[in-house]
């Protein structure tokens, strides 16, 4: 997730620019509220920053999160990094400081080095709920909406359990970058559930940056180490795609089974033809719907969940036309 820093960053902005014309939905009409919007300009402007722009799980996300704003009378601005980076969401998050919404929706692209910037949001009244990913501080956000990442991390070992049928062999587990709190989860969970099943063993966690390129080199290593690799896991969308650039120059597709977490257009791709053997999806609509309810449920003094969670569903090309309705959006 790096480019040379000045040049990310000023991208960054120019695109958060952009995105705030092109990816908020449209302002609420008059509420009726007079008095209460003369107290504060911003008291319906509901502020979303994802982990990066132009990734489809981010982009269902704010699908849900700008339907539901606007079904409860509220405006949604949204605003992404160019890449899953924290200096270039730290800035997105400080840009907002001189004209703080009533409730930022974020997730944390780093559970520590975000803290602090999203501290300074809050000290100028910002509800904050956190989407997706967290902080390890649990005293800022009034609400965090999830997958249970621990839970389909277990839901991918028991997929490859299904998937190796007995038969033998290592696997390998590809995150992204350290201090990702969904990511760490489901490694954790697969890890966990995968000593279960004694015909597996996992030969470690490689981190790739996030990088497709990386996850490719880091495959291809895996298979020269050891010729029993039987299965990769992959955390998210760009080490799944990377994975599945290794097996196939490795020619190893489908000898070895690729697990995938997420449903973006160019898993499903994969899916179909035989990249990867599963799917662990998420439903990412569903957690910006949520977190927009968490929002203004703050706003208005009404009772909010300090934790709420998403289902995961695993999904083969056996029954992927039957769970469709899971599969990631490029477009609201």
């Known amino acids: 997730m790096n480019l040379t820093k000045t040049l990310v960053a000023a991208g960054a902005l120019a695109s958060a620019a952009a995105l705030l014309t092109a990816c908020g939905s449209g302002t609420v009409g008059d509420t009726g509220g007079g008095s209460s919007q003369a107290n504060s300009a911003n008291a319906k402007k509901l502020a ?25 009378g509220y405006e949604l601005t949204t605003q992404a990094p160019q890449k899953f980076d924290a200096p270039l969401q730290t800035q997105l998050v400080n840009a907002l400081g001189a004209n703080p919404p009533a409730a930022l929706l974020i997730a944390p692209t780093d559970d520590t080095a975000m803290l602090a910037p999203i501290q300074q ?33 277990k839901l991918a070992a028991q997929t490859m359990a299904k998937l190796a049928a007995g038969k033998s062999g290592s696997v390998l587990v590809l995150d992204t970058i350290a201090g990702t709190s969904t990511t760490a989860a489901r490694v954790k969970g ?118 709420l969670t998403a289902q995961l569903h695993s999904i083969t090309k056996d029954d992927m036309d039957a769970n469709s309705q899971y599969f990631y959006k490029q477009s609201c």
Do not use: H
């Open 190 to 307: 697969f890890e966990d559930e995968l000593k279960n099943t004694p015909n597996l063993k996992s030969v470690g966690v490689q981190f790739t940056q996030n990088e497709p390129d990386q996850a490719a080199s880091k495959v291809t290593a895996a298979l020269a180490a050891n010729p029993d690799l039987i299965g990769v896991f992959a955390t998210n969308l760009n080490t799944g795609e990377g994975a599945a650039t290794g097996l196939r120059n490795s020619g190893k597709v489908g000898a070895v089974n690729l697990i995938g977490f997420d449903a973006s257009p160019s898993e499903v791709e994969g899916l179909k033809n035989g990249q990867y053997q599963a799917l662990i999806a998420q439903d990412p609509a569903a957690i910006g719907t949520q977190g927009v309810d968490q929002a203004v449920a703050a706003l208005e003094g009404k009772p909010v969940m300090r934790n």
């Open 121 to 153: 949001v809050k000290a100028r009244g910002t509800k904050i709920v956190e989407v997706d990913t967290s902080l390890k501080d649990t005293s800022v956000a009034e609400s965090s909406v999830s997958s249970d990442n621990a839970a389909g991390g």
């Open 48 to 72: 979303l920053i994802p982990g990066v722009q132009a990734e489809p799980f981010y982009i269902s996300l704010q699908c849900g999160a700008q339907a539901e704003a606007k079904k409860l």
